[in-house]
């Protein structure tokens, strides 16, 4: 807990939310609490060892200081690692809280291993005041996640006049995004990149040429040309990344490319990463675990933007994880009614859930399937993500805030409904077997446990 | 004798036994349709509706005729006269006729995919009659039925198929129906109207049409739908004309008889030239009375069981 007021937001919401928080299996953390005997992965540090940590009223804390009233849980075989973060969520809030409310995503988020989640700003209305910035930062305060706003680019995301991004920040705001609506217009991308200098945060382009998508609803190639539905090519993608790196490397600014989806875009960023330092880029778990084969069900659960593409693509982002052009892994969780979903291809809206499924699936992907070290795969959910953001990510010293997670490596599970804590239930991996699993989430002195705890 | 499949959603991976078994019972059929009386008791009791969520003439008499010929029940639900335009969904629609208790689903729609997600919410059999620019099966049962009825045999045919394929669920569905069959396909038109990714089904590409005339044995024109012209698709009716259109000099050039089909409506003087659609080597007009004897053998396939 950071301040007195950051208290009572937590007390009010603890007296209300008593109820729902005992069904989804959160609670308090104790005042003393020792996760014991686990397996320890520091990515801040690049180590892995045996070992405790202690929890002093929500604070990392000295193991030998533990008391008789010490809490204890026994995490011997589980993994104990920073609390993971999500640089790409979409929370629906303002606007479509039938989707998705600031509550029940920090809810999916903790359920997923996540205490720290940006929120983009395509809401009703956008996130393009200092007002709204003001309003999120202040209303996601009472729930069991950290919650940064990211702020629109351009006032109603018109991709014409720019937001006060300066004023933004100071009420919160972590990094601006037109995300759904790219900016098309380069010049406003370029005054957009220029302006942002000063403010030391990054723009983070939806990378899309809406021209060359044009009525695209999937990834343009044989698997689109047999079920007769319009092709999304690659290339409106990595001609978009092109402009975008040849802006930001002629401004210096810091720019992040989200959800990469293409072979071609991987080989874009790759190119700029050699000579200009200020690009980062990130992949869903859904681009590195699906291709376009699995769209031939007309499932609209698959129908995300940018499209899943084909496996060779697949692949490549992959390999663009292992070189390090890609830098890290964001769920783009887009929460989506059923009636939303349960409509023709064509009408279907984009996105999928992803917080809760992320870890199982890019465990399963990564470490199981491509031999990833599971250090290097914690690293893609942690440090990495926060340093794009400029988050703190040494999170194991001592006196800082608790944000934890505890996961069993090698437990294959069903991503079942059932489970879901998201408003939401738009997603292909409903059914899917996944490997690694989260057991408990420690954030905001408050813990997830998967199954009932008794602390 | 049943189908694998219990809907007939495309061609695609369609059992190359279930297409033979069609096109035999289509043309026993075609046979009950020369007769004075042409009703069969076949499917007599069963309810079918036709769904057309998009306009259509003659797919949706045919399909009518067919069901009128056995003898079952036919509804018919067009988008425009129903309750969609009061916002009504998909899902309700569909869900709202079946409880009406209805054994099979005639559909037509304007989304790729749509009868496949009908199926997710309805039992009855379902028939795709069109969906976007996906597929329509049953035209392509029909062009195969008109093509072995003139050459006796499919295997080793050489097809051109001629115009807009990017868009034509006619060309699709008549590239994975000819191709289990064994026939050779050309593709013909404007470059920036064929996807390169059907190399890959193992069909040519070629863009010069007097060469495509010269080496096939008949040619599949398509509609070139008047609404695409000038719009970066295809520049004029008079560059198309010049480059794609099938007229009397092209075929006479050629010196020999080709056959001619076309899946209708025909754009008279764009794709193809009245002397060549009403010439002796068009067989336009028996596609039209195989799609009835088609469609009659598809609907006593798919239903015939249930009774």
Same mark, same amino acid.
């Given at each position: 807990?950071?301040?007195?007021?950051?208290?009572?937001?937590?007390?009010?919401?603890?007296?209300?939310?008593?109820?729902?928080?005992?069904?989804?299996?959160?609670?308090?953390?104790?005042?003393?609490?020792?996760?014991?005997?686990?397996?320890?992965?520091?990515?801040?540090?690049?180590?892995?060892?045996?070992?405790?940590?202690?929890?002093?009223?929500?604070?990392?804390?000295?193991?030998?200081?533990?008391?008789?009233?010490?809490?204890?849980?026994?995490?011997?075989?589980?993994?104990?690692?920073?609390?993971?973060?999500?640089?790409?969520?979409?929370?629906?809030?303002?606007?479509?809280?039938?989707?998705?409310?600031?509550?029940?995503?920090?809810?999916?988020?903790?359920?997923?291993?996540?205490?720290?989640?940006?929120?983009?700003?395509?809401?009703?209305?956008?996130?393009?005041?200092?007002?709204?910035?003001?309003?999120?930062?202040?209303?996601?305060?009472?729930?069991?996640?950290?919650?940064?706003?990211?702020?629109?680019?351009?006032?109603?995301?018109?991709?014409?006049?720019?937001?006060?991004?300066?004023?933004?920040?100071?009420?919160?705001?972590?990094?601006?995004?037109?995300?759904?609506?790219?900016?098309?217009?380069?010049?406003?991308?370029?005054?957009?990149?220029?302006?942002?200098?000063?403010?030391?945060?990054?723009?983070?382009?939806?990378?899309?040429?809406?021209?060359?998508?044009?009525?695209?609803?999937?990834?343009?190639?044989?698997?689109?040309?047999?079920?007769?539905?319009?092709?999304?090519?690659?290339?409106?993608?990595?001609?978009?990344?092109?402009?975008?790196?040849?802006?930001?490397?002629?401004?210096?600014?810091?720019?992040?490319?989200?959800?990469?989806?293409?072979?071609?875009?991987?080989?874009?960023?790759?190119?700029? !990463?050699?000579? *200009?330092?200020?690009? /980062?880029?990130?992949?869903?778990?859904?681009?590195?675990? =699906?291709?376009? @084969?699995? #769209?031939?069900?007309?499932?609209?659960?698959?129908?995300?933007?940018?499209?899943?593409?084909?496996?060779?693509?697949?692949?490549?982002?992959?390999?663009?994880?292992?070189?390090?052009?890609?830098?890290?892994?964001?769920?783009?969780?887009?929460?989506?009614?059923?009636?939303?979903?349960?409509?023709?291809?064509?009408?279907?809206?984009?996105?999928?859930?992803?917080?809760?499924?992320?870890?199982?699936?890019?465990?399963?992907?990564?470490?199981?399937?491509?031999?990833?070290?599971?250090?290097?795969?914690?690293?893609?959910?942690?440090?990495?993500?926060?340093?794009?953001?400029?988050?703190?990510?040494?999170?194991?010293?001592?006196?800082?805030?608790?944000?934890?997670?505890?996961?069993?490596?090698?437990? !294959?599970?069903? *991503?079942?409904?059932? /489970?879901?804590?998201?408003?939401?239930?738009?997603?292909? =991996?409903?059914? @899917?077997? #996944?490997?690694?699993?989260?057991?408990?989430?420690?954030?905001?002195?408050?813990?997830?446990?998967?199954?009932?705890?008794?602390? | 004798?049943?189908?694998?499949?219990?809907?007939?959603?495309?061609?695609?991976?369609?059992?190359?036994?279930?297409?033979?078994?069609?096109?035999?019972?289509?043309?026993?059929?075609?046979?009950?349709?020369?007769?004075?009386?042409?009703?069969?008791?076949?499917?007599?009791?069963?309810?079918?509706?036709?769904?057309?969520?998009?306009?259509?003439?003659?797919?949706?008499?045919?399909?009518?005729?067919?069901?009128?010929?056995?003898?079952?029940?036919?509804?018919?639900?067009?988008?425009?006269?129903?309750?969609?335009?009061?916002?009504?969904?998909?899902?309700?629609?569909?869900?709202?006729?079946?409880?009406?208790?209805?054994?099979?689903?005639?559909?037509?729609?304007?989304?790729?995919?749509?009868?496949?997600?009908?199926?997710?919410?309805?039992?009855?059999?379902?028939?795709?009659?069109?969906?976007?620019?996906?597929?329509?099966?049953?035209?392509?049962?029909?062009?195969?039925?008109?093509?072995?009825?003139?050459?006796?045999?499919?295997?080793?045919?050489?097809?051109?198929?001629?115009?807009?394929?990017?868009?034509?669920?006619?060309?699709?569905?008549?590239?994975?129906?000819?191709?289990?069959?064994?026939?050779?396909?050309?593709?013909?038109?404007?470059?920036?109207?064929?996807?390169?990714?059907?190399?890959?089904?193992?069909?040519?590409?070629?863009?010069?049409?007097?060469?495509?005339?010269?080496?096939?044995?008949?040619?599949?024109?398509?509609?070139?739908?008047?609404?695409?012209?000038?719009?970066?698709?295809?520049?004029?009716?008079?560059?198309?004309?010049?480059?794609?259109?099938?007229?009397?000099?092209?075929?006479?050039?050629?010196?020999?008889?080709?056959?001619?089909?076309?899946?209708?409506?025909?754009?008279?003087?764009?794709?193809?030239?009245?002397?060549?659609?009403?010439?002796?080597?068009?067989?336009?007009?028996?596609?039209?009375?195989?799609?009835?004897?088609?469609?009659?053998?598809?609907?006593?396939?798919?239903?015939?069981?249930?009774?």
């Amino acid at each position: 807990m950071e301040s007195l007021q950051e208290w009572l937001y937590f007390f009010f919401y603890v007296v209300e939310k008593n109820e729902i928080m005992n069904k989804v299996n959160f609670k308090i953390l104790p005042d003393e609490l020792l996760l014991k005997n686990g397996k320890i992965i520091d990515p801040f540090i690049d180590k892995v060892y045996t070992g405790d940590i202690f929890i002093d009223k929500g604070r990392i804390g000295d193991p030998s200081k533990q008391t008789k009233k010490t809490k204890i849980i026994d995490c011997s075989g589980k993994i104990i690692t920073h609390g993971f973060c999500d640089i790409h969520s979409h929370f629906r809030e303002p606007g479509r809280e039938d989707k998705e409310t600031l509550e029940t995503g920090s809810l999916a988020a903790m359920a997923g291993g996540f205490t720290r989640v940006c929120v983009m700003p395509n809401t009703h209305p956008p996130i393009d005041t200092p007002e709204l910035i003001d309003f999120l930062s202040k209303k996601s305060k009472s729930y069991p996640v950290h919650v940064h706003p990211i702020g629109a680019v351009t006032k109603n995301q018109d991709g014409k006049n720019l937001t006060e991004m300066g004023l933004m920040k100071k009420q919160g705001a972590v990094a601006f995004s037109d995300d759904g609506l790219p900016i098309q217009d380069g010049k406003v991308m370029r005054m957009a990149l220029e302006y942002i200098k000063p403010l030391d945060l990054p723009i983070i382009n939806h990378a899309e040429d809406v021209c060359l998508r044009s009525d695209g609803l999937m990834h343009e190639g044989l698997v689109s040309t047999n079920l007769g539905l319009p092709g999304n090519p690659d290339f409106a993608e990595s001609v978009m990344i092109h402009r975008d790196l040849e802006l930001a490397s002629f401004t210096g600014s810091k720019i992040h490319i989200p959800h990469v989806s293409a072979e071609k875009s991987v080989a874009q960023i790759s190119k700029f !990463k050699t000579q *200009f330092k200020n690009v /980062s880029s990130e992949v869903t778990p859904h681009h590195l675990y =699906f291709n376009d @084969e699995a #769209l031939s069900s007309f499932d609209t659960n698959f129908k995300v933007a940018p499209p899943i593409r084909t496996e060779n693509d697949r692949l490549s982002l992959i390999e663009g994880l292992k070189s390090g052009v890609i830098d890290c892994i964001a769920t783009d969780h887009a929460p989506h009614t059923l009636e939303e979903k349960e409509t023709t291809f064509d009408l279907a809206s984009c996105g999928m859930i992803g917080l809760e499924s992320c870890f199982g699936a890019v465990y399963k992907v990564l470490v199981y399937q491509n031999k990833f070290k599971l250090l290097s795969l914690i690293k893609f959910l942690t440090i990495n993500p926060r340093n794009v953001m400029g988050f703190d990510s040494n999170l194991f010293s001592y006196e800082k805030t608790a944000e934890i997670v505890i996961l069993d490596e090698r437990k !294959k599970w069903k *991503f079942t409904e059932d /489970s879901i804590k998201s408003n939401s239930l738009n997603s292909p =991996f409903i059914g @899917e077997e #996944l490997i690694g699993r989260i057991e408990f989430t420690i954030s905001k002195n408050q813990i997830y446990s998967r199954t009932k705890l008794d602390i | 004798m049943s189908l694998k499949n219990r809907h007939l959603f495309g061609l695609k991976d369609y059992p190359k036994k279930d297409i033979e078994s069609i096109l035999d019972l289509a043309f026993k059929f075609r046979e009950v349709l020369d007769r004075p009386i042409k009703k069969v008791p076949s499917l007599n009791g069963l309810t079918v509706v036709n769904l057309f969520f998009e306009n259509s003439t003659r797919t949706r008499i045919s399909f009518e005729l067919a069901q009128k010929r056995l003898s079952c029940d036919t509804v018919n639900f067009s988008a425009s006269s129903s309750s969609l335009k009061k916002g009504e969904s998909f899902k309700d629609t569909a869900q709202n006729i079946e409880a009406m208790k209805i054994d099979a689903v005639v559909i037509r729609h304007p989304s790729p995919g749509a009868p496949k997600t009908l199926s997710k919410f309805i039992k009855s059999i379902i028939i795709n009659a069109g969906d976007g620019t996906h597929e329509h099966p049953t035209q392509a049962i029909l062009d195969m039925m008109s093509l072995k009825e003139k050459f006796g045999f499919l295997k080793g045919l050489k097809i051109g198929i001629i115009g807009d394929i990017l868009h034509s669920r006619v060309a699709l569905s008549n590239i994975y129906g000819l191709k289990t069959m064994g026939a050779e396909i050309t593709l013909c038109g404007p470059p920036n109207l064929i996807p390169e990714f059907l190399k890959d089904l193992g069909v040519n590409i070629n863009y010069d049409v007097d060469e495509v005339i010269d080496w096939a044995d008949a040619l599949n024109v398509l509609r070139i739908q008047r609404e695409r012209m000038g719009i970066g698709l295809v520049p004029s009716v008079r560059e198309y004309r010049n480059f794609f259109g099938i007229n009397q000099k092209r075929i006479e050039k050629h010196k020999k008889d080709i056959v001619i089909m076309h899946p209708g409506p025909i754009n008279r003087g764009v794709e193809i030239d009245s002397a060549v659609a009403d010439g002796q080597n068009a067989i336009i007009l028996d596609q039209v009375l195989n799609g009835v004897a088609s469609r009659m053998a598809i609907l006593f396939l798919l239903c015939g069981g249930k009774k």
